[in-house]
């Protein structure tokens, strides 16, 4: 007896955004569970890390500033992903895009003017898109997959930042510490409500997730995206070039990575130290999918994970949770969402094997 795997008639929409909800209220279940089993406050860690930074007023703020992120980033990688690109190494990109808002912060020092924080963002983001042309180019010309090389070229990313904080870049009135100085008031991100820690990449985030859902539902360039990835074959018949597609989707996810890096080091962060790589990046990937792959999806899939980065800070003071838990609970969602989909568009089936005969 053996099973194999059958394509269901195409699920419907409510069961397709269904999906999404039900991986994340199973994750609360079996969350809770597993932690109860392993000798924590298992109900308590659900409640401190998906509940309280909602009903406690005070960390709205911080969800806004954790959300900006991963909103732009995953929306970079939504449209990549829509094409078939499949750009793993965003992390490293937006690592890169920190480290051009940073040169262009030290460099400009010394100098006052509304034109520097235009300037580190563009910065960032020339950075962060000329870091996703290698996997690019390695895929168009040599057939190289971009999974493997985005992915590896994290980590180079990051090395880059210890070299630099350590070196050239080492503030010297730092007591020691490997980090750059402070940067100037001119490039630093402004906050838009007095008295709390929320700056203009929060409603930056919010556009460039609209902008970026109206390019992809009403532009040649979005539907060139969408046929590309789901009909290669079609796509070449309509005279779109798969690797032109490659180049733009790895350019655009590259750039808004880069954006998210610059906003990151000039807000929050205000200069380039060993914490900024904080895996932002990673994180968006599951933000993608749990926005399926729409830009307004991945808003309220943005907040949903920035829900469980401030939760999971929370529950690390209030009942003693590890820091790793947040991983977990954020894998677990990744984990039920994929398998929700693999069960909305197939179903395991029983299939006899027939008895072999015998040659006559």
Request: net charge positive.
């Amino acid at each position: 007896m053996q099973f194999r795997l059958e394509k269901r008639p195409e699920p419907s929409q409510l069961m397709v955004y269904a999906t999404p909800v039900a991986a994340v209220v199973l994750t609360m279940v079996l969350g809770a569970i597993i932690f109860s089993l392993i000798g924590y406050d298992g109900v308590g860690a659900v409640r401190e890390i998906f509940l309280t930074p909602l009903t406690n007023a005070y960390k709205w703020q911080d969800l806004g500033v954790k959300a900006a992120p991963l909103i732009i980033i995953g929306t970079g990688l939504s449209i990549a992903y829509r094409a078939n690109v499949w750009n793993i190494g965003a992390e490293g990109q937006y690592v890169v895009g920190g480290l051009a808002a940073t040169w262009v912060a030290l460099s400009t020092y010394s100098l006052t003017g509304w034109w520097i924080l235009p300037a580190m963002v563009l910065a960032g983001m020339a950075g962060a898109a000329a870091y996703a042309a290698i996997p690019a180019l390695l895929r168009t010309r040599l057939g190289v997959n971009e999974i493997l090389t985005s992915l590896m070229l994290t980590y180079a990313s990051v090395q880059l930042v210890y070299f630099l904080i350590r070196a050239p870049w080492k503030d010297p009135m730092g007591m020691g510490f490997p980090q750059t100085r402070l940067f100037a008031d001119a490039a630093r991100l402004p906050t838009i409500i007095p008295g709390t820690i929320v700056h203009l990449g929060v409603p930056i985030a919010i556009v460039v997730a609209l902008v970026a859902w109206f390019v992809m539902t009403r532009s040649v360039f979005g539907y060139q995206m969408r046929v590309v990835g789901t009909a290669p074959h079609a796509a070449r018949y309509g005279g779109f070039s798969e690797n032109r597609t490659i180049w733009l989707a790895m350019l655009v996810s590259g750039a808004l990575a880069g954006l998210a890096g610059a906003l990151e080091v000039a807000g929050p962060f205000q200069r380039m130290v060993p914490g900024f790589p904080t895996n932002y990046g990673f994180t968006a990937i599951i933000v993608a999918f749990l926005g399926r792959l729409n830009p307004l999806g991945v808003i309220f899939a943005g907040i949903v994970l920035a829900i469980t980065f401030v939760g999971g800070e929370v529950a690390q003071t209030t009942i003693g949770l590890p820091n790793a838990a947040t991983g977990i609970f954020q894998a677990m969602v990744l984990f039920f969402l994929l398998a929700g989909d693999l069960l909305v568009r197939y179903r395991l089936r029983r299939v006899s094997k027939a008895p072999a005969r015998g040659v006559a």
